[in-house]
């Protein structure tokens, strides 16, 4: 199914006037460890400027000054803080790991923490490093409620077994099915394609205007802001959040060489009034 205005209007909402912030979902954005600061700052710019009520960051503590120089709005705290983590989780719509996370030792245990904690009724999103941490890790574990994968090839190729070559739309359905059931595939690549069972959604936007870093955190961060407000479909969501992602940098990159991810976070609210008919 091709991804474009019209399905993307279906999916994102104009917001009730009997709500408040605890309406549009809570998130917690975990990453941003040295030298990776920069990759969870741009998820959570993203997470917020789509709309998410209340967004919380885990990230090292030297990181919590420089996010809160760029946005004020989201709320931080101490990533090896275990126990303030475990409390967040309990209380969180969506978490999204990986923006920023790295592979260390300290990585890892805060990984398996995810893991471990996420609850059934939650909706998890792993990204970047996450993905590898994830493919090292046993699949009886992988079991953690809704789940939402944004793999770019190699990651892809980690995870399933496939060679890059080998990955086409069959082999990457087939592989799907290995994973939890309803799992939700973000297959990045020059034509992404968002896949969950027997459903692929495909895009005719996006282009090589938006090779750059912190390209994929600032989608993750989309991905769970649109997911924590329109929760129901969330294949119709996260593809809608990819189409989003790619169809601004391409009206950006009209007049732009390339397009910085920042500058996405910041027309997604223009972008999501117009498509909700407000």
């Avoid at 917020?48 to 996010?67: F, H, M, P, Q, R």
């Avoid at 119709?236 to 950006?252: G, M, N, V, W």
């Amino acid at each position: 199914m091709l991804i474009n205005d019209v399905f993307a209007s279906r999916v994102i909402q104009a917001r009730q006037r009997m709500s408040h912030k605890g309406t549009f979902g809570r998130v917690l954005l975990i990453g941003g460890c040295y030298p990776y600061g920069g990759a969870i700052i741009m998820a959570a710019l993203a997470c917020v400027y789509s709309g998410a009520g209340l967004v919380t960051v885990a990230t090292e503590k030297d990181n919590i000054s420089s996010l809160h120089s760029q946005l004020p709005e989201a709320m931080a705290f101490d990533l090896y803080d275990v126990a303030f983590l475990k409390g967040q989780m309990e209380i969180a719509d969506v978490i999204l790991i990986g923006s920023g996370l790295g592979e260390t030792r300290q990585a890892r245990e805060v990984f398996q923490v995810v893991l471990e904690g996420v609850q059934r009724h939650q909706t998890l999103i792993i990204d970047g490093s996450a993905l590898n941490l994830l493919a090292d890790t046993q699949r009886d574990q992988w079991q953690v409620g809704n789940l939402i994968l944004t793999p770019h090839q190699k990651e892809w190729e980690r995870l399933s077994g496939l060679a890059v070559a080998s990955q086409n739309e069959n082999s990457t359905q087939a592989t799907l099915g290995k994973f939890p059931e309803n799992t939700v595939l973000v297959a990045k690549s020059h034509a992404t394609k968002i896949y969950q069972g027997q459903q692929i959604a495909y895009l005719e936007v996006g282009g090589p205007h938006q090779a750059i870093g912190g390209m994929g955190d600032t989608l993750a961060g989309l991905i769970a802001g649109l997911v924590a407000q329109f929760p129901v479909n969330l294949f119709a969501t996260t593809a809608t959040a990819t189409y989003l992602h790619s169809a601004i940098a391409d009206e950006l990159g009209q007049e732009a060489y390339i397009v910085l991810p920042t500058a996405i976070s910041k027309e997604i609210p223009k972008w999501m009034k117009r498509l909700s008919g407000e």
